[in-house]
C-alpha cells in the first residue's frame, strides 16, 4: 500500500473519531421508566360530576434501555399539570402535561391520556402516554408509552411504562 493510500486511510479513520458515536445516532427503540410522585390536587364539583387539577412533581427513572437517548439507570426529574374529569358515572377522563428534565437540563415533554380507573388512594389504571419531542437530545423524538398508575395513601403515585420511540 503506497503513501497516499496509507495517509487516505489513517485521514478517513480519524474523520470516524470525529463523529458522534453510532449508538447516538440510533433511530428507534425502546425503555421502561418508573416514575414516583407526589400529587397536589384540587378537586371541586362541576357539572354533576367532579373536576380535579393540580400538580404531579417526582422523578423518571429509566430501569431498562435499548440505547440512547434514553440511558438504563439514570433518573430525572419529571413535573405534570393534571386535569381531570369524572362524570357521574365514575369514569376518569385524565389528560396530564409532562415534562421530564435530565441532567443536563435536555427536557422530553409528554402527554399521558387515561380513561380507566380512578385516582383516589388505591386506586389507578392504564394510559398512554404520547412523546412529543423535547429539547436537545430529545428534540426530534417521537412514540408512545402504555403505562399503569396505582395511587398510594399520602398523596403519592407510581406510574411504570414500556415506551417505544422513534426518530423521523
Given at each position: 500500500?503506497?503513501?497516499?493510500?496509507?495517509?487516505?486511510?489513517?485521514?478517513?479513520?480519524?474523520?470516524?473519531?470525529?463523529?458522534?458515536?453510532?449508538?447516538?445516532?440510533?433511530?428507534?427503540?425502546?425503555?421502561?421508566?418508573?416514575?414516583?410522585?407526589?400529587?397536589?390536587?384540587?378537586?371541586?364539583?362541576?357539572?354533576?360530576?367532579?373536576?380535579?387539577?393540580?400538580?404531579?412533581?417526582?422523578?423518571?427513572?429509566?430501569?431498562?434501555?435499548?440505547?440512547?437517548?434514553?440511558?438504563?439507570?439514570?433518573?430525572d426529574i419529571?413535573?405534570?399539570?393534571?386535569?381531570?374529569?369524572?362524570?357521574?358515572?365514575?369514569?376518569?377522563?385524565?389528560?396530564?402535561?409532562?415534562?421530564?428534565?435530565?441532567?443536563?437540563?435536555?427536557?422530553?415533554?409528554?402527554?399521558?391520556?387515561?380513561?380507566?380507573?380512578?385516582?383516589?388512594?388505591?386506586?389507578?389504571?392504564?394510559?398512554?402516554?404520547?412523546?412529543?419531542?423535547?429539547?436537545?437530545?430529545?428534540a426530534d423524538?417521537?412514540?408512545?408509552?402504555?403505562?399503569?398508575?396505582?395511587?398510594?395513601?399520602?398523596?403519592?403515585?407510581?406510574?411504570?411504562?414500556?415506551?417505544?420511540?422513534?426518530?423521523?
Open positions: 500500500m503506497g503513501f497516499r493510500n496509507v495517509s487516505g486511510t489513517a485521514c478517513a479513520m480519524s474523520m470516524l473519531l470525529l463523529l458522534p458515536n453510532a449508538a447516538d445516532a440510533q433511530e428507534s427503540g425502546s425503555f421502561r421508566i418508573l416514575q414516583s410522585y407526589v400529587q397536589d390536587y384540587t378537586t371541586i364539583e362541576h357539572a354533576g360530576g367532579t373536576v380535579t387539577a393540580g400538580t404531579l412533581v417526582g422523578t423518571s427513572t429509566v430501569t431498562e434501555s435499548s440505547g440512547p437517548p434514553f440511558a438504563e439507570g439514570v433518573t419529571a413535573k405534570c399539570l393534571v386535569y381531570v374529569r369524572t362524570p357521574r358515572d365514575g369514569a376518569v377522563e385524565l389528560e396530564a402535561a409532562c415534562t421530564v428534565t435530565d441532567g443536563a437540563g435536555d427536557e422530553m415533554y409528554l402527554l399521558a391520556r387515561r380513561r380507566d380507573g380512578s385516582i383516589a388512594a388505591g386506586g389507578g389504571g392504564a394510559g398512554v402516554f404520547e412523546i412529543l419531542g423535547g429539547t436537545g437530545k430529545y423524538v417521537s412514540g408512545e408509552c402504555p403505562y399503569t398508575t396505582q395511587y398510594h395513601p399520602e398523596d403519592h403515585a407510581d406510574v411504570s411504562g414500556k415506551c417505544t420511540w422513534q426518530r423521523p
